[in-house]
């Protein structure tokens, strides 16, 4: 246990001392990490891999998978783009990459040695194949074109192309189509494994957007637990990825389905959770995964077969960016170009799955690390890519109006927000019967200054701090809030601006507004300016 904790202490302080150095220098955490488990592993041989690491490295998968869902994966945008020829051009784009890297993953057209059972070789093909939206979404902020015709083509063929190849991997590495390595597939196994996928992700969509966010709402207000939320849909996460074990899919594949639910969530309930799944991910687990790339990556590669090596590193990325040009082109879209160099971008995903392919024993320790390499390499240099393809297409006309939009692009880019999309509905107030001692031991929070306070349903008023240093201490324990409340108080409406919200907080000196419903006058819960702030801080580090 000791030498589990050794290991482990060492890698995180090492791992994240490293990103902090290498962010000087433009390059990516990921590549911190990595370099980090090469340092301590392979090179000095002072951490090496066990049972109790491996159990740590496993959480480290399924949490990672479920960010992935919950932060990246824009189902809502491929749903409703479903239909058309941007569609059909990421599909496309899919096809012709995934086939070109089966060309070397089996031995059908080209033989480099790799002896794979065709589930893994589809797999493998699969990561090959993959597109980065979070990558993707990051060059379009800063050259500012998330918004312009062009920008939201290529988002969206992202987003289409990352799921249907993470659908893709998940259905190869599920363990009834895996089950065995080197079994031959029939047509039967195959049917079974997508209506299982198909069933497990039905049913984890309908539990994760109907019953837990009412069931958490439910909880806040019989139960006053703090990180209610958090501890909640972490546990969750766990009994998920166990049910799709017992299903027989991966289980990082239904970690992968309870993030990409789950990011429907109402904006409170996400605020509630995500700073402690983010500070435990980029603090602990993340860190610690990626820096296991590095312990596993060895010089193994160059005893690999001279075709094997160009096969692997070369022939999928040429099939990857025939495929997004000529799709492209085919179907007529827009900029071919930038397109299809935003169809190239890979991001830490394809690592964190070639970590999975290891573990399982698809592939072994040269091929991962040959492929590891390549991936970084992808994430260093896809970027400078799609800025380059980018500026060369200068000025591209107006924005796209807002039907126009993707659904979750506000995801990224929050003008048009109104305040129904974050209102949590199930928060709770405090009563204005409740005295003033009452009020500051239990309700008070760093970064609020003023508190809507209710009678019952309806409103009472807000109190604000600042009012109640007037108030002697020796009478807060017999003064109920009623006597210290703001009456005239402005409304938020629902189906406000968030924007114009905010300006309406500057210019009455409040830090929060009651919401009414604009129809029925009804009182339907609160809104502070520091949740915009968050909820601004949040998109732009996603």
Do not use: C
Request: no cysteine; hydrophobic share 55%; glycine share 10%.
């Amino acid at each position: 246990m000791h030498e589990a904790l050794f290991s482990i202490g060492l890698l995180i302080v090492f791992a994240k001392l490293l990103e902090g150095l290498f962010k000087r220098f433009g390059l990516s955490a990921i590549i911190a990490y990595a370099t980090s488990g090469v340092v301590l592993g392979p090179v000095t041989g002072l951490v090496e891999t066990g049972a109790e690491v491996e159990i740590i490295l496993g959480i480290g998968i399924y949490l990672f998978f479920f960010l992935i869902g919950l932060d990246e994966l824009d189902v809502r945008g491929f749903v409703a783009a479903i239909r058309g020829r941007l569609f059909v051009a990421s599909l496309l784009s899919v096809v012709i990459s995934l086939l070109v890297s089966l060309s070397v993953t089996t031995d059908l057209f080209f033989d480099v040695h790799l002896d794979l059972s065709f589930a893994d070789a589809l797999a493998l093909a699969g990561v090959l194949s993959l597109s980065s939206l979070g990558v993707v979404a990051k060059v379009l902020i800063d050259e500012g074109r998330l918004r312009d015709s062009v920008g939201v083509q290529i988002f969206t063929a992202v987003v289409i192309a990352e799921l249907i190849a993470l659908f893709v991997v998940g259905f190869s590495i599920s363990d009834q189509v895996a089950e065995g390595h080197g079994q031959e597939l029939d047509w039967l196994g195959v049917a079974g494994t997508v209506g299982q996928i198909l069933a497990f992700a039905v049913v984890t969509w309908v539990v994760s957007t109907r019953v837990l966010p009412r069931l958490i709402g439910l909880l806040h207000h019989v139960l006053q637990v703090p990180q209610l939320s958090f501890g909640l849909l972490l546990g969750g996460l766990f009994l998920v990825v166990v049910a799709a074990e017992e299903v027989g899919l991966h289980g990082s594949l239904g970690a992968l389905l309870f993030g990409a639910a789950l990011s429907t969530l109402p904006y409170q309930v996400r605020r509630d959770i995500m700073p402690g799944m983010r500070g435990t991910a980029e603090g602990f687990f993340v860190p610690l995964f990626f820096a296991s790339a590095g312990l596993y990556l060895s010089l193994d590669f160059t005893r690999l077969a001279p075709e094997t090596i160009i096969g692997l590193a070369l022939v999928p990325l040429a099939g990857k960016f025939a495929g997004a040009f000529v799709s492209a082109y085919i179907t007529r879209l827009q900029a071919p170009l930038a397109t299809a160099a935003g169809l190239m971008a890979k991001g830490v995903a394809e690592v964190a799955l070639l970590i999975l392919l290891l573990h399982s024993g698809a592939i072994d320790q040269g091929v991962f690390s040959l492929l590891v390499l390549v991936m970084l390499g992808y994430i260093l240099l896809t970027p400078l890519g799609i800025s380059f393809a980018l500026r060369r297409l200068g000025d591209t006309g107006p924005d796209v109006p807002e039907e126009g939009m993707p659904p979750s692009l506000d995801h990224f880019a929050l003008d048009g927000l109104r305040v129904r999309e974050i209102l949590d509905r199930s928060r709770m107030h405090p009563e204005q019967t409740l005295t003033v001692k009452a009020f500051a031991a239990t309700w008070l929070l760093p970064e609020q200054h003023d508190y809507v306070v209710v009678d019952g349903d309806e409103l009472a008023g807000i109190v604000s701090l600042g009012l109640l240093r007037y108030l002697p201490r020796g009478e807060w324990e017999r003064t109920p809030l009623q006597r210290v409340l703001r009456l005239e108080t402005p409304y938020a409406y629902t189906d406000e601006l968030v924007e114009d919200v905010l300006q309406r907080m500057v210019e009455n000196a409040l830090t929060v507004l009651p919401v009414a419903d604009r129809e029925t006058g009804a009182f339907v819960g609160s809104i502070s300016s520091h949740e915009v702030i968050e909820l601004i801080t949040l998109a732009a580090q996603g």
